[in-house]
C-alpha cells in the first residue's frame, strides 16, 4: 500500500480557541489535546484515504509554560511561549499541555496510539536525534542522561554526549539571543546547527545543542563512515547509539510504527544502519527521513540516496516541491517537472512528496506562491502526488486552505503556522465542529476542496499511481498550440502539465492534465505519441477516457487516429487538474 501521511500537529488540531493575541499563553490562545483528537476526527481521516498519522510536536520540550512538577525554562533557551517541538528536554516523555490531567499525560498518549490502530491507521512521531534541549534532563528515564561524564575541556571526544566550546575563545559566557544561560558558564556548547560560537544569532538553533555520535562532525563523511558497523558488539558503541535505541524501543513498545527523522543528513549513516535494523528487529518501523543536500550533511554524496540505502523507507523530496514552487515564485515552465518523475530515480519510490509541511509556508498564504496559491492548490496537488509511487504528505489544514491567520509570536508573519505559539487553525476549526469534524460549519469552497482532498486521497491507491511508470506528455505537446500556451508564447507548456501513468501488473492506465493557471480554464488538445501507445500497451482502434475525480462526468470516447492526431479535447478548470483512467473500447 502507498503510504499517505497525515501530519497532525496535536497542539494546533484541536484548539478551538477563537482569536488569541501574538505571544499569548496557554490560556489565553488555547492548545490541543490527545483526547482532542477524537475518534470522529480519526475516522474521517481513515476515510480520506490516510494510513499513517503523524503526530507531531508530541515530545516534552522547553517551554515557558510551567506545569506541576515541571518549571518553566528559561526564556533565553525557548523560543515563543509554547516552545519548538524539537527543542527536546525528555525523549521518554509527552508534552503536558497536550494531555487534559497531564500527571497522566503517557496513559493518553497510549491511549490515543491504540485509537489510531483500531482506525486501521499507522501512528508515528517525531524521533529528534541531531539535537537536544540545551535544558535536557529526563525524569522518566533519568539513567538515559546526556552529559554528566563528558569532559568538558576537549572539543570533541568519542565518548562525550556533546561537542564543547574553547574556553580561551571568549569570557565563558554562553550567550544567547535573549541572554545569558547561566547552566553553560564555562562550559559552553555546540548548538544544533554546528555554530561553534558562544554568541549564536537568532538565525542559529540557539536553544539546542548538537549531539556527538562519536566523531568529529567538522571532519564530515569521511571520518563517520569509520563508525562502528551494522554488527559491533553493543559495548563498542557510542553511549549516543545506545541511548537513542532505547528511546524508539521505548515508543515501539507503546505502540507507535513510524518515525520522522528530523534532519537526519546531519546525523552519521553507520547510526542509521544499526538503529533501524535493530528498531525492526522489534517490530514494524516506518522510517521517514527529513534531510537536504546542504552543507551539513554527515553523508557522502546524495544525502537522499545514502539514507534510502541505508533503510529509511522515504526521504524528503525537497527539490521536486521547490521546483513547483518555482512555477509562480521564479518564472519556472511546467515542462520543467519532467526530470522529478524519472522511475530510475531512487525517489521515484523513496520520496515523499508535499506542498505544505510545518517548515514551509501554507499555499494560501499571500505571501508566497506568488499570491495565488489558494487558487492552485488542486493543481499543485495533484502533479505532486500523482507523479511518482513515493508517500505523499498532507499538513493538517492543507484541505481547508488554511493560510496561517492565527495568532503568533516568535513565529512572525511569516505565512506559516507558528510551531512555537499557542496558534489555532481557524479554516480547520470550522471542519473540527467541536470534534464532530462534520464540516457543517464550512463554507462550501472549503468543503469542496475538502472533499478534493479526500478523493485524490484515495485514488493514490490505484496500482497506476501506486506501484505504475510515468510517462510525460509535454514534450510532444511543445508545438500544439491549443495546450495551455500564454499569448506572445511561441512554445507551449507554460500552465499545463499532462502526463501518463500505467501499471504493467494489470494494464491500467491514467491519464493526469493540470492547469496551473490561476486565473483561466485551460480547453486544451493533447496529442498523444505512437510511442506512448506503445509505452501504455493500448493498441486498440478506439479509446474511452473516464474522470475519476467526478464520475458524474461524461466519458469521452475517442478513436485512434484522433488521439495521434489533432488530440484528445480536454477541458481543465483553472488551477485544477483533471484525472482520467484510460480504457480501451
Known sequence: MRAVIYQLFVRHFSNEKKGGRAWGSKQQNGCGTFAGVTDEALHELACMGVTHLWLTGVLRHATRTECPGLPAHPECVVKGIAGSPYAVVDYFDVDPDLALQPENRLEEYRNLLARVRQFGMVPMMDFVPNHVSRCYASTVAPEAEFGSQDRTDLFFERNNSFYYLERGASDGRMMLP????????????????NAATWNPLDTDWYETVKLNYGCDYRHGAAEAEALPGLMARREALPRTWVVLDKVLAWWQS?????????MAHMVPLPFWRWVIAHARMRGEAFFVAEAYNDGM??????????????GFDAVYDADAYHALRGLYESGGWANDLDRFHRPENPLFHGGVRYVENHDEPRMASPLFWGGCGEKVARAAMVAQFTTTCGPVLFYNGQEVAERADGPTGFGGDNGRTSIFDYTSLPRLQLWYHHGLCDGALLPAPLRDLRHFCASLMRLLQLPAFAQ????GLN????????FGRDPGEATSGHRVYAFLRFDPATRSACLVACNFSPSSDMDVRIHFSEDACNWSRRFAPAFCFRDLLDPLTPPISIDRESLLGPGLPLLIPVGSARILSWELT
Open 178 to 193: 535573549a541572554g545569558e544561560f547561566r547552566q553553560e558558564r564555562g562550559c559552553g556548547r555546540v548548538t544544533g546547527n
Open 475 to 482: 514534450w510532444a505537446n511543445q508545438q500544439t498550440v491549443q
Open 297 to 310: 550533511k554527515l553523508t557522502p554524496g546524495d544525502a537522499l540516496t545514502a539514507l534510502l540505502e541505508a
Open 254 to 262: 507503546m505502540g507507535v510504527g513510524g518515525f520522522r527523522c528530523d
Open 468 to 471: 505504475g511508470g510515468f510517462y
